[in-house]
Every structure is written in structure tokens, then in C-alpha cells.
């Protein structure tokens, strides 16, 4: 198992209160896996994904659970250690990648850096590294490019480059979070495309964060559906979204137009979600579900069938989304 | 039926003129010239009383410039913009203001299009009050009415922008919107920035207004499984030109232009499991150096000779159904869909 992720707490400790922004959180990750982590904005998705890496910042910080990258714990671990793993073993890929790529340096310059922060190489070898990590996520000419800024590129080109600087050291997992969110459908569909392929050539397992529904369903293996910081739902990704048994689930997937006949209504989730500051006690998802009774106002503990596990007193077995 | 709103053959060029250095380059030799923009390209677009039209496109295409045009805020560099069968732009002052008045745009980011330091009361009644079609002393009452119709707790009256989440947000874009009695709404992006289940609850809603107010919108997305909800005809966009157009119906059914076809395909839906992403190549062209001849060439799989240099004109295929693309013109080469797109989008 390349990455086990044990009843993660990460809490983010301000002068209004705790906020519990992931509460509980527990899944894993093998060899060569896609793993899609779907939720709405708020739901502790992304929090998740920098919580792996180490990347929670004060007031927030993991309160509890473990994170197994191969077995060792990284909760703890010093910010020398981490920083000696991220890059190397584990990467990260934002939705925008001006995030990762800084805008007065050339791609050679912080390719190379990025390359020998790690390995001790040659400037000449690093950059090889870097025009062969170009060509794989298909960037034409990549050793003209290489002398480019930030700026000369297209949105979608950006993250191609961002998407190549994480696989600098061919790192054994990826987390990536709404990389395609802000792409054109045509461009985001270029992107899925490498990632795939590249996810299969390397055997490199990733989390794909994302909202959409569709993109996650093209992807990944598994699905885990996040909400108000929990894991309400999670499986292969068939049997989650053939047979959705959690109320949200199933809520979600009625919410978006494009899984429904043409003219059919639409049922939206009623409300919003609640802040992470103003959650209700039991079942976060209780006042919204239409499924509650009183007995959502105590926690469901998760339920597990065939490697398809939930939370919720009132899972919709019988019933197709 | 007259048509309610109709730009025929509209254009928009946006210019950035030199500056002094550059002009003095020129002066000496220089290779510069000014640089222009189509954003619209020669784009004719009908909308009938009732109708809600989808325009789609990706990024760049123009879609947003168009439903500017047809909103009237944005005046057109050539083509005629007409409203219920007359030249906008000949229109007396009076009935100018008033197919203005009629229609209203809603847009993306309600945080942008919404004044911070203005009450919700302030944003709602400040229009039908300055165009007299409400008294001031009874703007508080007609106020309410309005939040209760767009689904916002009256009580919040005196609140601001930013003490609303953005699904609420777009519910008082959406009031202030409706407040001047309008017969045509534009609707920029409107439920792009929303999360999913919040963008059911606002699509929903502009499905009853319609029913309820007999409206007529131009709904513009990038989300054809938005549009395909809601919509019951199709436009897409590519660079500045209206590339296809159909009766929602048959735009799902069959569609014909190529670049329509990578679109629909490319749509990610959760009926298609880890599935081959096979995307169409290349990337949007700049609008500052369109293509020449028909603008999806460089990308397009079928692309000949002549497409590189004659622009296809949209001719009809079906009832209502017309297709910018010279394969039409030759009998069994038509593009096709490489997998049914029934079951996309």
C-alpha cells in the first residue's frame, strides 16, 4: 500500500472556535491507483491533500490519526524531513499552476533547481531531466521551451509544465488538487490524457481532488465522497456510482445536469453546506438529507460491505440514483 | 413572429492603438501594426420571444462580447442589432431606454457585479426607483416581494453582498435583475462558480421564472450539460463565429460540425468509466491571429485545402439546424461521430 491515511484530524484552531476541517478521515492508496476525492468547496477535500504533504499551516494542524507513506508514519516528522519527501516521493499539483511555477524565473532555471534540490547532478544532466519531463506531458520543442517564462505560456500549457516539474523525480504518488478545474473542456481532456497515460506507464499512484463528478468518473479506480470534513462514502468507483447508498451521494449526482435526460428536473440538495464553525451535532449532513430521522442527531459509525463503506444511519441500499 | 431580439451579421473588433514609441518605430521602419481583436466575427443570432437559446464556447470564443451586444451595453463595430423587429440603433430615445430597460444580464462573479457598500435593499430598488416605476416609499415592499421570489429570507433586507454565501449572492443578482420588469435575460456564466448542488437550486429557479414571467434568455456557458438542461436551442461559438446552431433536440442527436463533435466527446460525464481520453489536438488560436479560412483547421481531423482558405458559411443540414463546415458540400464525407454522443452531455 503506497499510502494508508489512518483517522486524520486536521484542525484548524482560531479565536471563533475549532474549526474541524478534516475530522476522521480515513482511506488508502495502492500502486498505480487513482483514487478520486470528491466534495463540494468547504468540504475539507483540499485541506486533506496539504495535510499529506505536511502543508498545514498555523492555526491549523493535525490533531490525531496517522498518514502511512509505505508503512511509516509522516504525522510529526520534522519540516526537514518532509521537505526531503515532498517533490521526491510525494508531489502536488495545484489548480493553478502560477502557484507552482514562479513568474520571473525561466522553466530552465526552476527546473533545474528543482531537480538537483534533491539529486546531486550536473546542471546539464538536471536539465536533460527536465527536457525529457517536458516531452512526456507533451509540450512541443521542449528544449527551445525550456528557456521560456511562466507568462509565454497558455493556461493549459502552464500546467502541463506544473504537471512536469512533479514528475521530475518520478515520485510514487501525486496529489493533485482541481488541476483541470480552471481548463477549457477540450484542453482539460488533453491533460486527462497524460495523466493517465503517465499514471499507467510509471505505476505512480494519485489522489485526484476535484468537484466534478464527471472528470473523477473517466479517471480513478476508487471514489471517496467528502463532506464537512468526513468521508461519507467510498468504494470502486462503479459500485459508488451505480449503487449510491449516502443520501449526499446520491443528492449530488441528481444535482448535475449533465447525468439526467434532457428536460428531466433537476433535484438539488436543499441548503448549503454548513460552516465548519456551525455544524450540526451527529450527522453533518442531517439537515439537509432527505432521508433524516432523530436518530441522525448521534454520529453514524461507518458501515462496511464489500469494500464499499458509508456513513449513514440510512443508507439507500435498494434504491438506483 | 417577430423575432424579440436579432443581430444580424454583427461585429466586434476591440483595438489597442500604438503608443508613442511605437509609432516612432513604425516611423523609422518598424514592422508594427496596430493590434485588433475579433472578438465577434460577422455573427447573426435570433432569439424568439419565449426561447431560451444556449451560446457555448470555450475561453476567448467570444460568447461573452455577443451577449454583450445583445444586452445592448456594448454598442457593435458592424451589423445590425434589432428589437422586436426594429434597428436598435434608429430606435426613438424613449423606446431606446425602454428595450434597454427589458433586458438585464446576469452575471458570473455576483461579488464583482453587486456594490459592496450598497444594502440589499439599495441594489434591488435603486433601478425600478430612478426609472420611476416604482415610488420610493413603496421600494421597501416591492423589494420584499422579490427576495421572496428568488428564494432570499425578506428579513435580510438591510444586509450586505458579502454577508451572503455565493448561491445567495446570485439569487439577489438575479432580483436585482428582475426588478425593472425585463422580457430578455442574459445570463453571463451565471451558475459557472457555484458548487453543484447550489447550481441545481439557481438553474431550477430560472426554469420557474421563466414559466412564471414568460422570459426569454440568452443562456451562455462553457457547460453543455448545463445548457443541454436548460436550453431549447443551441449555438456554439468558435473564435468569434457561430461554428453550428439546432433545436436543442437535434444539436444532441445529431451533431454535425467537427469541432461540436470533440466538444460533446470531451464532456465528462459519470456514465463513461476510466475511460481513453482521445482529445482533439492543439490549442484555442489567439484571436489576435485567427486562422485563416474556417477558424478550426489547424485542429480539425477532416481539414482540406479549402478550408484553410474559404470561410464556411452556416448553411442548413436540417430543419433549423445549420453547420459551418465545406463537408457538408460533399455528399457522404460529413463528419460523424467517432462514438454516439446521445449518451454525452
Known amino acids: ?321 | 413572429m417577430t423575432p424579440l431580439v436579432e443581430a444580424t451579421s454583427i461585429s466586434r473588433r476591440f483595438t489597442r492603438g500604438l503608443d508613442y514609441a511605437e509609432r516612432l518605430a513604425r516611423f523609422l521602419g518598424a514592422n508594427i501594426e496596430e493590434r485588433v481583436v475579433h472578438a465577434v466575427d460577422g455573427v447573426s443570432l435570433t432569439i424568439n420571444p419565449g426561447e431560451v437559446v444556449g451560446l457555448v464556447g470555450e475561453s476567448g470564443c467570444g460568447k461573452s462580447t455577443l451577449g454583450r451586444i445583445m444586452a445592448g451595453i456594448l454598442p457593435q463595430s458592424d451589423g445590425v442589432m434589432n428589437w422586436q423587429g426594429k434597428d436598435m440603433s434608429a430606435l426613438p430615445r424613449a423606446e431606446a431606454k425602454a428595450a434597454r430597460l427589458a433586458s438585464q444580464m446576469i452575471f458570473q462573479d455576483p461579488m464583482s457585479s453587486l456594490n459592496p457598500r450598497k444594502t440589499i435593499r439599495d441594489i434591488i430598488g435603486e433601478a425600478p426607483v430612478a426609472h420611476g416605476m416604482v415610488a420610493r416609499r413603496d421600494a421597501a415592499e416591492m423589494v420584499t416581494a422579490l427576495m421572496q421570489r428568488v428564494g432570499l429570507d425578506p428579513s435580510y433586507l438591510n444586509r450586505y453582498p458579502h454577508q451572503f454565501s455565493g448561491g445567495q449572492r446570485q439569487r439577489i443578482g438575479i432580483a436585482r435583475a428582475l426588478a425593472v420588469n425585463p422580457r430578455f435575460i442574459i445570463c453571463d456564466e451565471s451558475v459557472s462558480a457555484l458548487d453543484v448542488s447550489i447550481q441545481a437550486q439557481i438553474l431550477n429557479l430560472f426554469m420557474e421564472l421563466r414559466q412564471e414571467l414568460g422570459l426569454t434568455y440568452l443562456f451562455i456557458s462553457h457547460d453543455l450539460g448545463v445548457v443541454k438542461h436548460i436550453s431549447d436551442r443551441v449555438a456554439i461559438m468558435y473564435l468569434g463565429r457561430i461554428v453550428e446552431s439546432a433545436p436543442a433536440d437535434a444539436f444532441f442527436a445529431a451533431p454535425n460540425h467537427p469541432y461540436t463533435i470533440a466538444l460533446l466527446s470531451e464532456v465528462p460525464t459519470i456514465k463513461q468509466r476510466k475511460r481513453q481520453f482521445n482529445p482533439v489536438k492543439g490549442e484555442i488560436p489567439s484571436p489576435l491571429h485567427p486562422p485563416s479560412g474556417c477558424h478550426f483547421h489547424p485542429r480539425c481531423p477532416h481539414a482540406f485545402d479549402r478550408c484553410r482558405i474559404e470561410r464556411p458559411i452556416l448553411r442548413e443540414i436540417a430543419a433549423g439546424h445549420v453547420s459551418a463546415c465545406h463537408l457538408n458540400e460533399m455528399p457522404g464525407k460529413a463528419a460523424s461521430p467517432a462514438i454516439p454522443t446521445t449518451a454525452i452531455a
Open chain 1, 1 to 321: 500500500m503506497t499510502l494508508k491515511v489512518e483517522n486524520l484530524c486536521t484542525y484548524f484552531f482560531t479565536r471563533a472556535g475549532v474549526a474541524k476541517a478534516v475530522d476522521g478521515v480515513s482511506f488508502e492508496v495502492g500502486r498505480g491507483e487513482i483514487l478520486g476525492l470528491v466534495g463540494e468547496s468547504g468540504s475539507g477535500k483540499s485541506i486533506t491533500g496539504f495535510s499529506v504533504l505536511g502543508l498545514v499551516d498555523p492555526p491549523g494542524r493535525i490533531a490525531g490519526g496517522r498518514i502511512l507513506f509505505h508503512g511509516e508514519d509522516l504525522v510529526g516528522r520534522s519540516q526537514g524531513e518532509m521537505r526531503s519527501l515532498r517533490g521526491k516521493k510525494i508531489a502536488m499539483i495545484f489548480q493553478d499552476p502560477m502557484m507552482t511555477l514562479n513568474p520571473v524565473l525561466s522553466i530552465e532555471t526552476q527546473m533545474v533547481e528543482t531537480v538537483r534540490a534533491h539529486d546531486r547532478v550536473s546542471k546539464a544532466e538536471a536539465r536533460a531531466r527536465a527536457v525529457e519531463a517536458l516531452g512526456l506531458v507533451g509540450i512541443p520543442s521542449p528544449d527551445e521551451r525550456l528557456a521560456a517564462y511562466p507568462h509565454q505560456f497558455s493556461g493549459g500549457m502552464r500546467q502541463r509544465v506544473a504537471i512536469a516539474m512533479a514528475l521530475l523525480h518520478r515520485p510514487e504518488l501525486i496529489i493533485a488538487d482541481e488541476p483541470t478545474t480552471a481548463l477549457d473542456v477540450t484542453i482539460q481532456s488533453q491533460i486527462l490524457a497524460v495523466i493517465q497515460g503517465l499514471s499507467r506507464d510509471f505505476g505512480m499512484s494519485l489522489i485526484w481532488i476535484s468537484h466534478d463528478l464527471g472528470v473523477v468518473a473517466g479517471l480513478a479506480h476508487r471514489i471517496a465522497v467528502m463532506y464537512a470534513g468526513r468521508i461519507v462514502e467510498t468504494g470502486e468507483t462503479d459500485t459508488v456510482l451505480d449503487n449510491p447508498v449516502h443520501p449526499y451521494t446520491i443528492g449530488l449526482m441528481r444535482s448535475v445536469p449533465a447525468n439526467l435526460e434532457r428536460g428531466e428536473p433537476l433535484t438539488p440538495i436543499p441548503g448549503m453546506a454548513p460552516p465548519p464553525l456551525g455544524r450540526p451535532a451527529g450527522c453533518p449532513f442531517r439537515l439537509r438529507c432527505f432521508a433524516a430521522t432523530a436518530a441522525c442527531k448521534t454520529e453514524p459509525e461507518e458501515t462496511a460491505a464489500d469494500g464499499h463503506r458509508w456513513r449513514c444511519f440510512h443508507p439507500q441500499i435498494a434504491r438506483a440514483a
